[in-house]
C-alpha cells in the first residue's frame, strides 16, 4: 500500500539510492497503488540528494500532471533540487508558483 512504498522510497532518499526510488513510483503507478503527496516529495528528495535535479523536476511535474495537491515540504525539495544545481532560474519561476 501507499505507506509501505512511501517508507521504501524514504529509505532510500536516506541512502542515496534516487534510482530505486524512482523505481518504486513507477511500481506504484504499475500496481495502481496511489501515489501521495508524501510518495512524490520522498521522490524528489531522493533525487536531490543523489543529484538528480531534472528527474526531480520531471517527478514534480508529474506530481502536477497527477493532480497531487502539493504541499511545502515538496515544493522545498523540487526548489532545493534545482538551488543546488545552479538552476536559479527554475528555483525562482517554482517559488513564484508557490507564492501565487
Given at each position: 500500500d501507499t505507506i509501505s512504498f512511501?517508507?521504501?522510497?524514504?529509505?532510500?532518499?536516506?541512502?542515496?539510492?534516487w534510482e530505486k526510488a524512482l523505481?518504486?513510483?513507477?511500481?506504484?503507478?504499475?500496481?495502481?497503488?496511489?501515489?501521495d503527496a508524501v510518495t512524490f516529495g520522498a521522490?524528489?528528495?531522493?533525487?536531490?540528494?543523489g543529484?538528480?535535479?531534472e528527474q526531480g523536476l520531471q517527478l514534480f511535474w508529474k506530481?502536477?500532471?497527477?493532480?497531487?495537491k502539493f504541499d511545502t515540504f515538496t515544493y522545498n525539495a523540487v526548489i532545493s533540487n534545482c538551488e543546488q544545481a545552479g538552476e536559479w532560474e527554475k528555483a525562482t519561476r517554482l517559488f513564484g508558483g508557490l507564492m501565487g
Amino acid at each position: 500500500d501507499t505507506i509501505s512504498f512511501n517508507a521504501a522510497i524514504s529509505a532510500c532518499q536516506k541512502c542515496g539510492e534516487w534510482e530505486k526510488a524512482l523505481q518504486l513510483t513507477s511500481v506504484m503507478s504499475q500496481s495502481k497503488v496511489e501515489l501521495d503527496a508524501v510518495t512524490f516529495g520522498a521522490a524528489i528528495s531522493a533525487c536531490k540528494t543523489g543529484g538528480q535535479w531534472e528527474q526531480g523536476l520531471q517527478l514534480f511535474w508529474k506530481m502536477e500532471q497527477s493532480n497531487v495537491k502539493f504541499d511545502t515540504f515538496t515544493y522545498n525539495a523540487v526548489i532545493s533540487n534545482c538551488e543546488q544545481a545552479g538552476e536559479w532560474e527554475k528555483a525562482t519561476r517554482l517559488f513564484g508558483g508557490l507564492m501565487g
